[in-house]
């Protein structure tokens, strides 16, 4: 039936609204006996759909070895590139697909063609996992140090992809364990930032340096203490990482960490002699940070350690400034009790009062109230926490500044001249 209808003047070469003819159909589906038919009757190989596959490719990228050897022994060329700058290899390693890797790579296909991404197969393959494919497309002449558009090599990927064999692999057949990619990242870097610790380990082990910079100013150990890793930040520092290094905005391993709430990581940081009066360029210190972000047993731990309550930040707010905005209130209970003074002003004159008042935080009020925060203080606005609360419009919290003894609003002008 199938070949009277050819007979009978089919098309073979018509296309659908993706751009499949049949033969694409057939080759993506697995369908071999129809392939068969399709190349006997004369369909074209080298038909491009809207993506720019040919039938070859849907074939390899589905990983029909049987599919592919009929294409190939047909003559179906194995170099078009899709429109994502594909070739059949690229699909094939991409999938994993070991078997047509050899069967492409024995019909001469070309190894080290990048796609729009600048992958080789190579790429692919490292970055899938495909540790079996890596080391055929290594021995059949893939080149190691080849970079993609963001720099990476299949070293890169690899440890991006927490393939700990493969990096091992890659290393021994010659990959550079230095080379950055366009972020500055090395191997190790990425591996810190995934938080694949054995990886990490291996690295330094193989004498790997660890206080080169990426573009970002970080090294491995900011990466890893920004990830919450406290396995990688004890390897690091038991090799000799360096806990002072800056960011390019200043920060140390210790700000990332407690940026990121990771307790534990602050504390070892702190056990093994990390500064914490150091600031980042916004001025913060490690306690403004854990204070900011609501981080009350990371306050704590900052106090017990010996942090200078009154450090201020380049806008002159201390910790308590930074709890009492955010409306934190056992971080601002923990400050007071350590004796953090009330009455600091920051550039714009506001007392830690004045910020809990502007930002609605009745309880907070109330607890810096007990502690004797001077409710007639004004900041460079002239306003009072009563001021504020009252511009606010938070009724229950003027009705507690004026019963705490704030005085009504002075000096106010006349109405209508009465």
Do not use: W
């Not at 299949?154 to 550079?176: C, D, I, Q």
């Not at 502690?371 to 926490?385: I, V, Y």
Request: glycine content about 12%; hydrophobic content about 40%; overall charge negative.
């Amino acid at each position: 039936m199938f070949r009277k209808r050819i007979d009978f003047g089919s098309r073979l070469e018509v296309q659908n609204h993706e751009g499949n003819t049949a033969l694409h159909l057939a080759a993506a589906e697995g369908y071999s006996e129809i392939v068969s038919k399709l190349i006997d009757a004369g369909s074209t190989f080298e038909v491009k759909n809207h993506e720019g596959n040919i039938a070859l490719q849907l074939a390899a990228a589905e990983g029909y070895i049987e599919i592919v050897s009929k294409l190939i022994d047909a003559g179906s060329t194995f170099e078009e590139k899709n429109h994502e700058g594909n070739t059949a290899l690229h699909l094939t390693a991409a999938g994993g697909y070991s078997e047509i890797v050899s069967k492409l790579i024995v019909a001469g296909s070309k190894l080290n063609v990048q796609n729009h991404e600048g992958n080789t197969a190579l790429h692919l393959a490292a970055a899938g996992g495909y540790s079996e494919m890596v080391s055929k497309l290594f021995y059949f002449g893939s080149r190691l140090e080849v970079q993609n558009h963001e720099g990476n090599t299949a070293l890169h990927l690899a440890s991006a992809g927490g393939y700990s064999e493969m990096v091992s692999k890659l290393f021994y057949f010659g990959s550079r364990l230095e080379v950055q990619n366009h972020e500055g990242n090395t191997v190790l870097y990425l591996a810190s930032a995934g938080g694949y610790s054995e990886m990490v380990r291996g690295l330094i082990d193989a004498g790997f340096t660890f206080e080169v910079k990426n573009h970002e100013g970080n090294t491995a150990l900011h990466l890893a203490a920004a990830g919450g890793y406290s396995d990688i930040v004890c390897k690091l520092i038991d090799a000799g990482s360096t806990f002072v290094v800056k960011n390019h905005e200043g920060n140390t391993a210790l700000h990332l960490a407690t940026a990121g709430s990771y307790s534990g990581i602050v504390s070892k940081l702190i056990a093994v002699g990390s500064t914490f009066e150091v600031k980042n360029h916004e001025g913060n210190t490690a306690l403004h940070l854990a204070a900011a972000g609501g981080y009350s047993e990371m306050v704590s731990n900052l106090i017990d350690a010996g942090c200078v309550l009154e450090v201020k930040n380049y806008e002159r707010n201390t910790a308590l400034h930074l709890a009492a905005a955010e409306g934190y209130i056992e971080n601002v209970r923990k400050l007071i009790a350590a004796g953090s003074k009330l009455e600091v002003k920051n550039d714009e004159g506001n007392t830690a009062l004045h910020l809990a008042a502007t930002g609605g935080y009745s309880e907070i009020v109330s607890k810096l109230i007990a502690a004797e925060s001077k409710l007639e203080e004004k900041n460079d606005e002239g306003n009072t926490a009563l001021h504020l609360a009252a511009a606010g419009g938070y009724s229950d919290m003027v009705s507690k500044l004026i019963a705490a003894g704030s005085k009504s609003f002075k000096h106010a002008t006349p109405v209508c001249g009465r």
